[in-house]
C-alpha cells in the first residue's frame, strides 16, 4: 500500500519526536511518573489482596457463626428439640436466616409433646455480634417468622406457673428484640388427655416492640395482633367463636362474637345433674377505645369509651332439673374478687335482645319466655380500680314487645354488704304479654292493663326493702290448675275480691305497695332478687290501703 520510501520517512520522524520529547520533558517529571505508576500497581495489588482477605474473613465468620447458632441450639435442653434444613448469615447486614424450622418443646415431668411449631422461614436482623461474644448480651433488632403453624397440647393438671416455668427453662441470657413479627400464622391448642381442641386461631398477624427478658421476666413496650377464626372451648359445655379480631395495647375490637352451649337444649338436660342456663348469645361487635392492657406485674385492662353494637342473648334454663345450690355472688362481689385489675369508665350497649327461656312443666307447651328489645344501656365506672365510686347502669328498652322499660342501677364495689338500688319506670304493660311466662310458673293468669309501674329495691347480700306505685286499668287475676289450662273459679273470685280492679279513683290514679325484710336466696341470680321484691310489692299495692306517705 505504501512504498518503501514513505516507511523509511515515517519510521525517521518517528525517532526524531522521541529524541523531540526526550529534550522537552525534565528527568525528575518522568521518574515521578514512573513511581506513580509503580504505586498505583502496588496500591492495586494491596487492594486485591485486601479484599481477598475480608472476603475470606467473611466466608470465615459466616461459618463461624452460622456454626455458633447450631452449636446454640444443639446445647438447648433435651426437652427442647429445634430441627431445619438450613441456617445462613450475613455479618454485614447483620442478618441470620433459619429455612424451614421445626421446633419440639416436651414436658420435663412428663416427656409429652407440649409444643411443635414449623415455620417457612425464621429471620433475625440487626444482631450485634459483639455485644453477645464480648458481653454474652442478645441484643436484635427483629425476629421474623413467616407462615408457621403451631400445635400446642395443653395438661390441665398443671398449674399455669408451671408453663412460665418451661417456657423460660433454657434462657440462660437476658435479652431485648425490638421488634418480634409473626406473619399468618395458624395456631392450635389441644388437651394433652383426649386431644380435643381447646384454642384455634388462623391467620394470625402480630408485632411486639421492644421485648426484653430481664431476669426471668417477659416486657414490652406496644403490640398489636390480629387475626381470624378465633375458637375458644370456655368450658365443658360453652365454645367461644370470634369471627375477626384486633387487638393493641391502644384499641381492642372483635367482629362477629358468638357464645354458645355446644349441646341442644335436650342433650344438656341428658347430662346435667343440676340446673344450668343453656346459651346462644352473639355480638356483632365489641370494641374497647382509649385502651391501656398490660401484662407487666400481673394483668390489667383500662379503657375510656367501649360499646358493644347489636348484642342478641338467649337464655334457657329447665327448671324440672334439681337445683344448683351453690351461691350465687351479686355483681358487686363478682367485680371486687376479680383476679386481674378492670376499669371502663363508659360502656354503651347499643340495640340488643335479651331472651329468657324457663320450662317448669315436663309437656310439649312452649317454655315461659320473657323479652327485651331495641334494648340500649350506659355502664360507668364499671371495674374494680375506682371502688369507691359507684358502678352507675341505666338501660332503657322494649319489654316484652310494646311496653317502654327504664331502669337504673347503682352499687359500689367496694361496700362488702354489696349494697345496691335498683329502680325501674315501666309503661302501657298489656298483663296478658307475662302471661307466656307466669302461667306456667306461678299458676296464675292475668288480664288488663298496667298503665304504669315504679318500683325501687334497696338492698343488699341478705335482705331488702322495696317501694312500688302502680297505675292500671281493668285488671283480672285468674287462678289455675296444676295442669296450667283450667281456672280455679272460687279462688279466682276471692282473689279479684281482694284486688281492686283499677285504680281511677285515687287522686293520683296510683295505688302503693311496700314490701320489707325480704330475705335474699343465695343459691339464685340477682334478677330473681328483684323479682321477689317487685312481686311482694305488687300484692302490696293491690291489695293493701289505697295510698301510702
Not at 517529571?29 to 496500591?43: A, I, S
Not at 331472651?355 to 365506672?381: M, Q
Request: hydrophobic fraction near 40%.
Amino acid at each position: 500500500m505504501f512504498d518503501k520510501k514513505f516507511k523509511i520517512e515515517v519510521i525517521f520522524l518517528f525517532l526524531k519526536s522521541k529524541d523531540i520529547l526526550n529534550k522537552i520533558v525534565p528527568q525528575k517529571t518522568k521518574t515521578y511518573l514512573y513511581k506513580m505508576r509503580l504505586n498505583v500497581k502496588k496500591t492495586s495489588i494491596v487492594l486485591v489482596i485486601l479484599i481477598s482477605v475480608i472476603v475470606v474473613c467473611t466466608v470465615i465468620l459466616n461459618v463461624f457463626i452460622s456454626n455458633k447458632l447450631k452449636a446454640t441450639l444443639a446445647e438447648l435442653p433435651n426437652h427442647i428439640i429445634v430441627n431445619y434444613d438450613a441456617i445462613s448469615s450475613n455479618i454485614w447486614l447483620r442478618k441470620f436466616s433459619v429455612k424451614h424450622p421445626v421446633i419440639v418443646v416436651k414436658g420435663q415431668t412428663t416427656d409429652k409433646t407440649l409444643l411443635k411449631t414449623e415455620a417457612e422461614a425464621f429471620n433475625l436482623e440487626g444482631f450485634s455480634i459483639w455485644k453477645y461474644l464480648l458481653e454474652e448480651k442478645i441484643d436484635i433488632k427483629t425476629i421474623d417468622l413467616s407462615n408457621s403453624v403451631s400445635e400446642m397440647f395443653y395438661n390441665f393438671n398443671l398449674q399455669e406457673d408451671s408453663y412460665q416455668k418451661e417456657a423460660t427453662t433454657g434462657l440462660k441470657n437476658d435479652f431485648v428484640i425490638h421488634n418480634v413479627i409473626f406473619n399468618e400464622a395458624n395456631i392450635l391448642t389441644k388437651n394433652i388427655e383426649n386431644d380435643s381442641i381447646i384454642f384455634s386461631i388462623s391467620k394470625l398477624n402480630s408485632t411486639v416492640k421492644e421485648l426484653k427478658f430481664n431476669k426471668g421476666v417477659f416486657v414490652y413496650d406496644s403490640f398489636t395482633v390480629g387475626g381470624n377464626n378465633l375458637f375458644l372451648a370456655v368450658n365443658k359445655f360453652e365454645n367461644l367463636n370470634i369471627s375477626e379480631f384486633n387487638i393493641s395495647n391502644k384499641t381492642m375490637a372483635f367482629i362477629n362474637v358468638d357464645l354458645f352451649t355446644k349441646y341442644s337444649k335436650s342433650q344438656l338436660s341428658s347430662i346435667l345433674e343440676q340446673e344450668r342456663d343453656h346459651v346462644k348469645v352473639n355480638f356483632k361487635e365489641i370494641r374497647l377505645q382509649a385502651l391501656d392492657l398490660n401484662f407487666n406485674n400481673g394483668f390489667s385492662l383500662s379503657s375510656k369509651s367501649s360499646e358493644i353494637n347489636l348484642p342478641n342473648i338467649e337464655i334457657f334454663r329447665n327448671k324440672l332439673l334439681p337445683d344448683d345450690f351453690k351461691t350465687k355472688p351479686l355483681y358487686s362481689k363478682l367485680l371486687r374478687d376479680l383476679n386481674f385489675k378492670l376499669n371502663i369508665d363508659e360502656l354503651k350497649i347499643n340495640d340488643g335482645q335479651i331472651s329468657y327461656f324457663e320450662k317448669v312443666n315436663n309437656d310439649n307447651k312452649k317454655p315461659g319466655t320473657i323479652r327485651f328489645n331495641n334494648l340500649n344501656a350506659e355502664i360507668n365506672n364499671l371495674g374494680n380500680v375506682n371502688t369507691q365510686t359507684p358502678v352507675n347502669i341505666t338501660v332503657d328498652a322494649l319489654f316484652m314487645e310494646d311496653s317502654n322499660c327504664h331502669i337504673d342501677w347503682n352499687f359500689e364495689v367496694a361496700d362488702t354488704t354489696d349494697a345496691f338500688v335498683f329502680k325501674a319506670d315501666l309503661k302501657n304493660l298489656n298483663a296478658s304479654k307475662i302471661n307466656q311466662f307466669i302461667e306456667p310458673n306461678l299458676k296464675v293468669k292475668l288480664k288488663g292493663e298496667l298503665q304504669q309501674t315504679y318500683f325501687s329495691v334497696y338492698g343488699n347480700n341478705n335482705i331488702s326493702n322495696t317501694d312500688l306505685k302502680i297505675k292500671y286499668d281493668d285488671f283480672e287475676v285468674s287462678v289455675l290448675k296444676e295442669n296450667g289450662k283450667e281456672k280455679r273459679k272460687l279462688l279466682s273470685t276471692l282473689v279479684n275480691w281482694f284486688v281492686l280492679n283499677n285504680t281511677n279513683y285515687n287522686d293520683d290514679n296510683f295505688r302503693y305497695g311496700k314490701a320489707e325484710n325480704i330475705m335474699r336466696h343465695k343459691n339464685k341470680s340477682v334478677f330473681n332478687y328483684v323479682w321477689i321484691n317487685v312481686k311482694q310489692g305488687l300484692l302490696s299495692a293491690m291489695t293493701g290501703s289505697e295510698k301510702r306517705d
